[in-house]
């Protein structure tokens, strides 16, 4: 709720098309089920969108490079641009992919709050 809340806020922060920008993201300016609803599609939505943009990214720019969008033949002797980059994209994402895994076996709570480790009073309610 507080995230969707937060979206609202920053959006409706913009000047002149603040306004316009909430009610058409969220369907209207409350925060509700229905807007509850569309943050979470967009947050189920946004991994697939980042991953067909990274797969855009890999077949179009790795292809020609990006001195040469047009993909213009200007000299045959040269290396290929697609295989260095590509596979530096693969160990890079191996490397990065790697440390994640070894981050999460090997030291789970090292990026963990403190307050997740304060024992529960049953005697109080949260506010």
Not at 40 to 64: C, N
Not at 90 to 97: C, E, Q
Request: glycine residues 6%.
């Amino acid at each position: 709720f507080w995230g969707a809340t937060v979206i609202t806020n920053l959006l409706s922060a913009i000047p002149y098309i603040g306004n316009s920008l909430v009610q058409w993201l969220w369907g209207g300016f409350s925060v509700d089920n229905a807007t509850l609803t569309r943050f979470f599609a967009f947050h189920f939505l946004l991994p697939f969108i980042m991953a067909a943009m990274t797969m855009i990214h890999l077949i179009f720019l790795h292809e020609t490079g990006s001195t040469n969008p047009a993909g213009l033949n200007s000299d045959t002797d040269k290396i290929s641009f697609h295989p260095y980059f590509s596979y530096k994209d693969l160990l890079g994402f191996a490397i990065l992919l790697i440390a994640l895994i070894a981050l999460a076996l090997f030291s789970p709570n090292l990026l963990g709050d403190p307050d997740n480790f304060t024992p529960a009073n049953p005697l109080v309610t949260p506010p």
